[in-house]
């Protein structure tokens, strides 16, 4: 599937100024899907058909990429990169492991190019002063709640709620929630699972929900914590998916809190029929962002690669490929009429990433420490 790369009759290229990443170990629940491994992608020179078009970049490194993307999209994207004249090298692994390790590696970056991180570790390590500004050429037209206008830093690509969805084998419509404030109620008490507040897409709901509840100064009330525990109470917890896939086969877990390809994937596996709620005050929407590395030595190459990957020529591509909702409206009028239909599915929550950012990782560890 993938092909090393192969040397073309130029000089060896000199020693990298810094070393490849190395592969982490560790297993997280991603948003997509549960990374066994996480892997590095790297396709080189394909064909002796190509030596012309490289001999004169046979110096260049290829850019280094952090991304969540599971194995068949960082290939895919390797791919599609490559033939628009992009070398890159993936590095792939869970959200949250990634997030972790270029905050390690500040001292000396690894990556050139991170991106698929969710809203708020995006803001987060715009906070720690990691990216490089730039305005990508597909800034122009993009809503404003996805470009980085403060910063020019920052800007988002595609979008992925994360719902409240019921097994409609098991609940009538009448029967569902309507509302992400209804999980407390007595007749949902263990009919919906929360994973470990690590998982983004437990993150980000668990913030949709404290946000209501949030002062201008990013302070919860008392009654935001109240709330908070009835959630955590009236649930079924778990520390693993399949714990939480067991919950659903058993018939315990009725009602899914999840992002919103895993809805889908879940019923599947499970085998029941899903429908997801437009509920009353929004569903959280997180937007998955591109940003380039501070301090790259590769800032052209990975500027020009920023321009064609959130291009909405290669958004409609992956729209296609994949089923993802892009955000520029160019892309989304471009796109399948199954991905233009998803767009407008639910309503998004008013969230603003940037301000909650700085609260999350306290937010977390209170809901750890004192509440779970």
């Known amino acids: 599937m993938l092909h090393e790369a192969q040397e073309v009759g130029s000089p060896k290229p000199p020693p990298r100024r810094r070393e490849k990443p190395k592969v982490p170990t560790n297993d997280e629940q991603d948003m997509r899907k549960p ?36 194995e068949e999209r960082a290939v ?28 390690a590696e500040r001292a000396n970056p690894q990556a050139d190019i991170v991106f698929g991180l969710i809203d708020a570790a995006m803001a987060t390590l715009k906070t720690e002063k990691l990216f490089e500004a730039h305005v990508p050429t597909w800034a122009e037209g993009l809503p404003a709640v996805y470009r980085d206008d403060a910063d020019n830093m920052v800007y988002k690509f595609w979008q992925t709620p994360i719902v409240l969805a019921y097994n409609a084998d098991a609940l009538s419509a009448d029967e569902a929630p309507t509302s992400w404030m209804d ?46 525990q009835a959630l955590y109470d009236n649930a079924i917890i778990v520390d693993s998916g399949e714990a939480k896939t067991a919950a659903f086969v ?20 499970v085998g029941y029929n899903a429908v997801m709620v437009d509920t009353d005050g929004g569903t959280p929407f997180i937007s998955e962002g591109v940003a380039i590395m501070k301090g790259t030595d590769q800032l052209d190459a990975s500027k020009a690669f920023v321009d064609w990957f959130g291009s909405p020529t290669f958004m409609i591509a992956y729209a296609e490929q994949f089923g993802q909702t892009p ?36 937010w977390m560890q209170r809901i750890e420490l004192e509440i779970k």
């Open 250 to 269: 058993n018939g315990d877990a009725t009602i899914d809190l999840n992002w919103f390809g895993g809805v889908g994937r879940q019923a599947e596996s």
């Open 183 to 228: 999980l407390i109620k007595p007749e949902f008490s263990g009919k919906y699972v929360i994973g470990p507040s690590a998982w983004q897409t437990t993150k980000s709901y668990l913030v949709g929900v404290l946000v209501r509840f949030a002062d201008e100064d990013g302070n919860i009330s008392d009654e935001g914590w109240d709330f908070m």
């Open 76 to 103: 895919w994207i390797t791919e599609q990169a490559l033939e628009a004249g992009h070398e890159i090298e993936v590095l792939s692994a869970g959200g949250g492991e990634l997030f972790d390790r270029i905050l």
């Open 35 to 70: 990374q066994k491994m996480k892997t590095i992608f790297s396709l080189g020179l394909l064909t002796s058909a190509m030596a012309l078009s490289v001999a004169s970049t046979a110096f260049a490194d290829p850019i280094t990429v952090y991304t969540p993307q599971g």
């Open 327 to 362: 955000v520029h409206p160019e892309a989304i009028a471009g796109s399948p009429e199954t991905v233009q239909a998803n767009a407008k599915l639910v309503s998004p929550q008013d969230i603003d990433w940037d301000a909650a950012a700085p609260e999350i990782d306290a």
